[in-house]
């Protein structure tokens, strides 16, 4: 049958009529409720756990404390020798060689803060977007 | 135990409140009702999870995997919104990861490989995406529409729900579903390659 006939929007309107949703298996249902089955009732499933941003960046600094405590245990631990930490009133200065980096206080506690709460936005809006009743 | 009617003094619920009814009976333990939310969502999830471009053969496990989740999580459901719409979010979050996983997987074995040795590889066995629909021409010209037309017309044709139910599962303005469906429309009419046409 030739389509020229056809007006193509009424093709395409007669097309879409003509199928069916996807086709599940007649076992499908049985499959999930064998599932289900095997779990305890939802009140009694915990929600999932999910990183804060406070426990997240606990984790980091315990890491980064690991990770200077073995530097400094290493033999070549001298490495660090030359890196000099200096805490002033309001300012925290590290120097290593030539290079250095001065950071006022006030900005590194304003960089944290807003750091942890974009994390914790991040963290609620994936929730949000994963499950929302 | 057998399911029981949901009446609230004798008389017919609101559809919605009969939603949170079930799904806090099986929240509390009545588990096997749950059939009833895979009976009546099974084919709109499968539907949902396809029109996003996931291959045929792992629609179904995918759809499998979504409603266990969504059971899993179902003490969360406190019925703001239809649960369709609920199970749309879970499906398309469930489809786009998956899409990902898929992005990233590495190609163990090359095609060659797999030929010499008389076996198929997961790119022979994967249909292309778009297979899930008969009409090969149609599957085409679907497969080139932007997903904001491809999911309502999917859900609109295939799944029979109207506007208005697809303006809930998918959070879209009513207005926006009859534009993108008949925007959708208009362009797998160009799309449609009259040689593929099998009628």
């Known amino acids: 049958m030739g389509v020229e006939n056809y007006n193509r929007e009424e093709l395409a309107e007669r ?16 499959r999930v409720m064998a599932q289900v089955a095997k779990l305890p009732p939802p009140a009694l499933i915990p929600p999932p756990r999910r990183l804060s941003p406070g426990l997240l960046c606990g984790g980091l600094a315990g890491l980064l404390a690991l990770g200077g405590g073995a530097l400094l245990l290493l ?59 | 135990m057998t399911a029981r009617a949901i009446t609230l003094g004798g008389k017919a619920v609101d559809p919605a409140l009969e939603e949170l009814a079930l799904c806090r009976r099986i929240v509390a333990g009545e588990s096997q009702l749950f059939a009833r939310i895979v ?19 792992d629609v179904e496990d995918l759809a499998q995997q979504v409603f266990i989740s969504a059971y ?19 499906a398309a979050n469930a489809a786009q990861s998956h899409l990902k996983r898929q992005a990233r997987r ?67 303005n ?8 008949r925007r959708g429309k208009q362009a797998l009419a160009k799309h449609l390659d009259p040689a593929a046409l099998d009628i």
């Open chain 2, 174 to 181: 009513l207005n926006t579903v009859r534009t993108q469906i």
């Open chain 2, 106 to 172: 590495p190609r163990l074995e090359s095609m060659e490989q797999a030929a010499e040795d008389g076996r198929e590889t997961a790119d022979q066995r994967a249909e292309p995406s778009g297979q899930w629909i008969g009409n090969r021409a149609l599957a085409a010209a679907m497969q080139r529409l932007p997903e904001r037309q491809r999911t309502p017309l999917a859900l609109y044709y295939f799944e029979e729900m109207s506007y208005e139910e697809i303006s809930a599962a998918m959070r879209m």
């Open chain 2, 39 to 57: 009976d009546q969502h099974g084919g709109f999830v499968a539907s949902v999870i396809a029109s996003r471009g996931v291959a045929p053969a």
């Open chain 2, 72 to 90: 899993k999580a179902l003490g969360g459901f406190r019925g703001e919104a239809k649960l369709s719409s609920w199970l749309f979010r879970i």
């Open chain 1, 15 to 30: 097309l879409l009529r003509a199928e069916r949703g996807f086709a599940l298996s007649p076992d499908f249902r049985r």
């Open chain 1, 75 to 133: 033999p070549g631990g001298g490495m660090l020798d030359g890196l000099a930490l200096e805490l002033a009133a309001r300012n925290l200065s590290l120097s290593w060689g030539s290079s250095s980096v001065s950071l006022d206080l006030l900005t590194a506690a304003a960089l944290g803060a807003g750091l942890a709460l974009l994390g914790g936005f991040s963290a609620a809006a994936s929730r949000l977007r994963l499950i929302s009743g």
